[in-house]
T-cell receptor
Framework: KAGVTQTPRYLIKTRGQQVTLSCSPISGHRSVSWYQQTPGQGLQFLFEYFSETQRNKGNFPGRFSGRQFSNSRSEMNVSTLELGDSALYLC?????????????FGEGSRLTVL | GESVGLHLPTLSVQEGDNSIINCAYSNSASDYFIWYKQESGKGPQFIIDIRSNMDKRQGQRVTVLLNKTVKHLSLQIAATQPGDSAVYFCAENSGLTGGGNKLTFGTGTQLKVEL
């Protein structure tokens, strides 16, 4: 079956702009988590959505937001982009929450902020 | 200016040898641990997991050892192959009953397999 699909794979933005990233989970998966990966901070948890509700949130400013739709697809948005937001943004899906062993990651969206 | 990246520890092994990758964690409340493999340009891939009520778990060519006393986790890869070359991360979850799918990742170890 198809894996986790993230779009776009690569994008370039300038400071002050906003960006929306999309994630389509594996069919049947209802939990979607987002992670930020940078050389400086490594992999950091952003948030998790389950059944359209935010289940968990990491320590990121309010400029980072997300949502989940009824078909389990998720989007994350970063407003007022800063240079430090340049990163690989990874989405992971799972059948349910609390099932980290069955967490499947997409290949990520690489954001460059100039 | 350019930010300084994390210096990933590197483990170089000969093909066919066994590899041992180590990880220390800090949260005593963590009750679930996972090892992930990340190849260049790809997302992390699940390797093996272990719950805090166990001290050892084996998979295909991989073994995870958990020492809760010293908060240490290790991943052993038997008969290392070139395809094992990747960055390996340990991750912990601090509460499956209430923590959901929130993982805290280690900094990672770069495994290089020499022919």
């Amino acid at each position: 079956k198809a894996g986790v699909t993230q779009t776009p794979r690569y994008l370039i933005k300038t400071r002050g702009q906003q960006v929306t990233l999309s994630c389509s989970p594996i069919s049947g998966h209802r939990s979607v988590s987002w992670y930020q990966q940078t050389p400086g901070q490594g992999l950091q948890f952003l948030f998790e959505y389950f059944s359209e509700t935010q289940r968990n949130k990491g320590n990121f400013p309010g400029r980072f937001s997300g949502r989940q739709f009824s078909n389990s697809r998720s989007e994350m948005n970063v407003s007022t982009l800063e240079l430090g937001d340049s990163a690989l943004y990874l989405c992971a899906s799972s059948l349910s929450t609390g099932m980290v062993g069955e967490l499947f990651f997409g290949e990520g969206s690489r954001l460059t902020v100039l | 200016g350019e930010s300084v990246g994390l210096h990933l520890p590197t483990l170089s092994v000969q093909e066919g040898d066994n590899s041992i990758i180590n990880c220390a964690y800090s949260n005593s409340a963590s009750d679930y641990f996972i090892w992930y493999k990340q190849e260049s340009g790809k997302g992390p891939q699940f390797i093996i997991d272990i719950r805090s009520n166990m001290d050892k778990r084996q998979g295909q060519r991989v073994t995870v050892l958990l020492n809760k006393t010293v908060k240490h986790l290790s991943l052993q890869i038997a008969a290392t192959q070139p395809g094992d070359s990747a960055v390996y991360f340990c991750a912990e979850n601090s509460g499956l009953t209430g923590g959901g799918n929130k993982l805290t990742f280690g900094t990672g170890t770069q495994l290089k397999v020499e022919l």
